[in-house]
T-cell receptor, first 117, second 111 residues
């Protein structure tokens, strides 16, 4: 089945640090990947849709200069949380869909737990 | 009205019980539906895809009611390991890149 790898799985760093999270589709190509954030006991919140070779589409209320997204290839998208602060601490999850397979489900990475001290 | 709505629960059931969750959707033209399972502090995992009237996989059955615009998930012979949050996902027909997630239904299976 479709596999999506996300790295790192856990990050603890000081306030002001920038953190990069990678999302890879391992056995399929994904023109589109999605980045979500989830706070404890809350629903997944879509942050942005990452399109290969073009700018990401951000959801309302998500700062594009704070959350930099790069989707340089059909198998890799990165999310960089710039100058992270404690309020950015959350569970970040990426997902991807198989290229050209119509209405197929999204497959999720393992998630990255970000803790900013 | 939200695109996808679920009863948040929690549903507390004993082992061996049968439990069903409903998920309502607003777009009558939706053609595909997905149930995901999310364990605490983990990523969602695809449980079942539904493209026609329903789908069955072991103890899990998903049924689609297009007239009433809801999809249900039935779990038979509940196991302790079934305890999780179940997410209903419906992609709109005009843009498969914009999936709508329900808020999830929490299931607690007790010994």
């Amino acid at each position: 089945g479709a596999v999506v790898s996300q790295h790192p799985s856990w990050v603890i760093c000081k306030s002001g640090t920038s953190v990069k999270i990678e999302c890879r589709s391992l056995d399929f190509q994904a023109t589109t990947m999605f980045w979500y954030r989830q706070f404890p006991k809350q629903s997944l919140m879509l942050m942005a849709t990452s399109n290969e070779g073009s700018k990401a589409t951000y959801e309302q209320g998500v700062e594009k200069d704070k959350f930099l997204i790069n989707h340089a290839s059909l198998t890799l998208s990165t999310l960089t949380v710039t100058s992270a602060h404690p309020e950015d601490s959350s569970f970040y999850i990426c997902s991807a869909r198989d290229l050209g397979r119509g209405d197929q489900p999204q497959h999720f990475g393992d998630g990255t737990r970000l803790s900013i001290l | 009205r939200k695109e996808v709505e679920q009863d948040p629960g929690p549903f507390n059931v004993p082992e061996g019980a049968t439990v069903a969750f409903n998920c309502t959707y607003s777009n009558s033209a939706s053609q595909s539906f997905f149930w995901y399972r999310q364990d605490c502090r983990k990523e969602p995992k695809l449980l079942m895809s539904v493209y026609s009237s329903g789908n069955e996989d072991g103890r899990f059955t998903a049924q689609l009611n297009r007239a009433s615009q809801y999809i249900s998930l039935l779990i038979r012979d509940s196991k302790l390991s079934d305890s999780a949050t179940y997410l209903c996902v419906v992609p709109p027909t005009y843009n498969f890149n914009k999936f709508y997630f329900g808020s999830g239904t929490k299931l607690n299976v007790k010994p």
